[in-house]
């Protein structure tokens, strides 16, 4: 059987990006592989062994084209309503919350959020599927 380890984003500034994920997820570095061309770090919190791979290729200067193939990454929180405030107030500039509703029942309830690089973060409701 298959399991998830990590997922990664290509990243322009390894201090800022490291900062966001601590400060609105508490993502801390794991492990930190630096290389002549790039360098590797993990970040992992105590909820899950998934963990985020930053890679932070040396002497880029532009910002990556996300495209139109990328979608989102999420994270589950225990108070929505409490963690949007505190994004607010962070300066993350996150989007209104939704309560998701096919067929009149709520299944979701979520905002989205960009990091520094504009990679788009879902923030749901722990509850139901969103564990």
Known sequence: ???AIHSMIRVLDEARSVSFYDEAFGLKIADRLDFDTFTLVYLSNPEADFELELTINKGRTEPYDLGDGYG???FAVDDLTAEHERFAAAGFAPRPMVDFA???EVIARFFFVADPDGYQIEVLQRGGRYR
């Open 72 to 74: 989102h990454l999420a």
């Open 102 to 104: 096919p067929g009149g």
């Open 1 to 3: 059987m298959a399991k």
